[in-house]
């Protein structure tokens, strides 16, 4: 079986494209990754990609229009093929047009259950509003942030005493196995 080509877009740490990254040595995987592509040139994330002989590509997007930047990432990811979008931890908006080239194509990872807490600082919000529960996404990209059909969803508790670090990182190990097969189900079709 012929593997799909995934292009993976971040703007940090990385540890989400790296469990994609893993997950896609198993034999049986249906993806391979082409590309680790990047809107921060010393995303630590980067390092890892390399070290795992994976192409990477890399520029700040300072100073660039946002549409502009993105023609940019759509020509690193066809030129290597790319056939599915992952973005993970990639802290940038999404020009409509590149969002359109991509529909149906293009997943994202987000630390809440959507349709709640979409945005930035999701951990601390939660505990804040005294939720019990908590937990991760997979959604398709739209051009509404973290928005459009959720494809899997993991739950964590809200513990006791948690902080917001505690409750990222029980989020985290969670993100790290959904993240792989929620990616696998939409290159298979399911
Ligand atoms: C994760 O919590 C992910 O859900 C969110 O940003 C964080 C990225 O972490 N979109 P990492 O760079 O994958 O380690």
């Not at 390092?47 to 690193?76: C, N, P």
Request: net charge neutral.
């Amino acid at each position: 079986m012929k593997k799909a080509r995934v292009g993976i877009l971040i703007s940090g740490r990385g540890s989400n494209m790296a469990s994609l990254v893993e997950a896609s040595k198993a034999p049986d995987s249906p993806y391979e990754v082409a590309l680790v592509a990047s809107n921060v040139p010393d995303a630590p994330g980067l390092d890892f990609a390399r070290k795992q002989g994976i192409a990477t590509w890399a520029q700040s997007h300072i100073g660039m229009k946002r549409a502009e930047f993105d023609e940019l990432v759509d020509a690193e990811l066809r030129a290597a093929g790319v056939e599915y979008v992952a973005l993970a931890g990639y802290m940038r908006l999404l020009s409509p047009g590149f969002v359109r080239k991509w529909a149906g194509k293009m997943i994202n990872i987000h630390p809440s259950l959507l349709p709640a807490y979409k945005g930035l600082d999701t951990h601390q919000r939660v505990i804040d509003a005294g939720e019990a529960k908590h937990g991760c996404s997979v959604h398709i990209v739209t051009e509404a942030l973290d928005d459009g059909e959720i494809v899997a969803q993991a739950e964590v508790p809200v513990l006791p005493g948690d902080d917001a670090h505690m409750l990222a990182a029980r989020v985290l190990v969670e993100e790290h196995k959904l993240y792989p097969a929620a990616l696998a189900r939409l290159v298979r079709g399911k």
